[in-house]
């Protein structure tokens, strides 16, 4: 028999991703499938496919060359302070790349780039190298205290000599004036006068002088909270996809609810800070021994405030009290590596904070722990949407900071010693560690780990192949420990793998997307003709997506292509030798005969079927049902 298939281009994609999926001996999440199958944007694991430089749908941009330090004045000689030449290079260059040639530059003063589109360069980590004799704190003083009262240079926690620095000059657009759930993708607004489609708005929301915002962004499970004090906010930068009355329309979900008790509005966002990157530089302190928690005085690398889209590149720290803070939306960390050679205090520490976190949507990836900071990676202050992928440490540390940091992805990571995985700070009565559906995915370590207890965070967290030797609890409404070998886990990488179902998705999902990749496909298939044979059961199959294209679109140039391969073999079943691959010629003719009902189109198939030739592994009965099963026309012959 033969039988009229359904083939479209989306079908073929999503066959070939399943095809991509499938491997031997792996395993998959129930909570993701092999290709996302399993995933909904209301279930419990989040959407992190937005993370990184331009939503990962852009790669880090290689910026031309631009002008050298060393034409300010820079002697790179590791004697001269160099910090006057980088500061006017700063405030000459206005766009472009400002290269550090290799040498080794002594900086003793902030530098800060406030400017979109400002690169700075080196040459490479061991070959461009900052050194930095002297603290923050001496430079520009700027003491504090912690949650307990003790005296604490404020850049124990932030700060750097580096900074990038803008604002997103966030106004209201709108009021949202009805609540939606977490996982929709539009809201109501009370004026679409200030909105247009494309804009990237700002879903705000602030919490109640009774914490019921982030006792929600802990899924109702947040432990004491009262020194939050009502400054819980919540922030999702979502770019409007279209616009109907009142409701505008997102490309993305909304990573929690809103509801009208927590004010929420539309802001602006319009960073003045974006294409700003650090990249190919050494940054190094002294050699001078750590004195614990809370001693920093400003050994601080790299600051990022307030701005988006930007980058730190291929950058190496060397006896840093802190490698990086990262704030803003959007940024890119690549290729990171902590190292010192400090003598460590009682902790087997060598710093306070290793990269450090806040705003939303970050990627930090590919970077490289050899040594022991009190909190490796901090994530905290309701910070939410970053992915920590693909890096490994000597015995990571995933800090989670409490204030409800929300919907954060630890994706292939090798943890090494496994001796403090879950090891956080932060202080007192400020919520739980870990937030609402905090993701733990493919994560390796020498020695086994277990859930962690209760203080660490909510049941709504995701641990999913977590070095471990328990069993897996699987509650869909509860605790989801999924215990996997990470070795065995597919896909290893879940911020990888979502970005690529939502790119692949964004290419394909659209009518004009669809047809173009359609017209594309078949034109390579035309110019790049099987060179074996142009009439086999391959060639048939390729054909039957040709038939449906035409009935899809009635694009006559379909019918014509179809119509010249008939003639040119002339109606013939195909070159094989089995009667099952021998007829899938015959699926197209049969549909263009249904077309133009010319029986000179099928008769070679009905002769050949009618043979009983040996081999054909058909019956001449099968001629019969040709003629009385076949389309009304088909029958006539």
């Not at 060359?65 to 004697?79: L, T």
């Not at 079927?609 to 058909?618: A, E, F, I, Q």
């Amino acid at each position: 028999m033969i039988i009229r298939s359904r083939v479209t281009p989306l079908s073929i994609a999503t066959g070939l991703l399943l095809i991509a999926a499938v491997g031997f001996g792996t395993e998959h999440s129930a909570l993701w499938g092999g290709h996302g199958e399993k995933w909904t944007p209301e279930s419990r694991l989040p959407d992190f496919s937005f993370a990184g430089y331009h939503c990962g749908e852009k790669s880090l941009p290689v910026v031309p060359p631009g002008v050298s330090v060393k034409d300010f004045g820079a002697k790179g000689d590791g004697v001269a302070d160099d910090s006057q030449a980088f500061l006017d290079a700063l405030a000459k260059v206005r766009s472009g790349a400002i290269e550090v040639p290799a040498g080794r530059y002594r900086i003793t003063r902030m530098i800060e780039i406030t400017c979109p589109n400002v690169v700075l360069r080196g040459a490479g980590p061991d070959r461009s190298v900052l050194f930095f004799p002297t603290p923050l704190n001496d430079i520009k003083p700027n003491w504090g205290a912690t949650t307990t009262g003790l005296r604490t240079s404020n850049y124990s926690w932030s700060g750097g000599f580096l900074t990038l620095r803008g604002s997103f000059g966030s106004k209201t657009l709108a009021g949202i004036v009805a609540d939606a759930k977490r996982g929709n993708t539009s809201v109501r607004v009370s004026s679409v006068r200030q909105l247009r489609v494309g804009q990237r708005v700002d879903v705000f929301q602030s919490d109640t002088a009774e914490n019921t915002l982030a006792v929600h962004l802990y899924s109702g499970d947040s432990g004491p909270v009262r020194n939050l004090k009502g400054g819980t906010r919540a922030s999702l930068v979502s770019r409007i996809t279209s616009i109907d009355g009142d409701r505008i329309h997102l490309d993305r979900p909304l990573r929690c609810d809103v509801q009208a008790a927590w004010h929420p509005r539309l802001r602006s966002f319009e960073p003045t800070v974006t294409e700003s990157g650090i990249e190919n530089l050494g940054f190094e302190f002294p050699s001078q021994p750590y004195k614990g928690h809370f001693t920093e005085l400003g050994f601080n690398a790299i600051g990022f405030y307030e701005v988006a889209d930007c980058w730190v590149r291929n950058v190496r720290t060397r006896n840093a009290d802190s490698g990086l803070f990262i704030g803003g939306s959007f940024n890119t960390v690549q290729g990171v590596v902590l190292e010192s050679q400090r003598a460590h205090d009682n902790q087997n520490c060598v710093g306070h904070h290793g990269i450090s976190l806040g705003g939303g949507d970050h990627l930090v990836t590919d970077f490289d722990f050899r040594n022991r900071y009190i909190h490796d990676i901090t994530v905290s202050h309701h910070c939410s949407g970053n992915v920590c992928s693909h890096g490994r440490g000597v015995d990571l540390a995933l800090d989670h900071h409490g204030y409800a940091p929300y919907e954060n992805l630890f994706t292939d990571l090798d943890a090494g010693g496994g001796l403090r995985l879950w090891k956080c700070g932060g202080g007192a009565n400020l919520g739980k560690h870990c937030g609402a559906r905090g993701t733990f995915w493919n994560i390796r370590a020498e020695r086994p780990q277990r859930y962690p207890d209760k203080r660490f965070g909510p049941l709504s967290m995701n641990l999913v192949a977590v070095q471990t030797d328990q069993p897996s609890e699987k509650n869909p409404a509860g605790k989801w420990f999924e215990a996997i070998d990470p070795r065995k886990l597919e896909p290893q990488n879940l911020h990888k793998a979502q970005l690529a179902r939502r790119l692949a998705t964004n290419i394909i999902s659209t009518k004009d997307n669809i047809l173009t990749m359609m017209h594309k496909v078949n034109a390579y298939q035309l110019e790049h003709p099987w060179k074996a044979t142009d009439h086999n059961w391959i060639r048939g199959t390729y054909y039957t997506g040709v038939m449906a294209a035409y009935h899809a679109t009635k694009d006559e140039r379909y019918l014509e292509q179809a119509m010249r391969w008939g003639v040119q073999h002339q109606w013939q079943p195909g070159t094989e030798h089995s009667g099952g691959n021998k007829l899938t010629c015959g699926q197209t003719w049969i549909e263009l005969h249904a077309i133009k009902k010319d029986p000179e189109m099928i008769s070679p198939l009905i002769k050949w079927l009618d043979s009983g030739k040996p081999n054909t592994r058909t019956k001449p009965a099968s001629a019969t049902w040709l003629r009385t099963k076949a389309p009304p026309a088909t029958a006539a012959a």
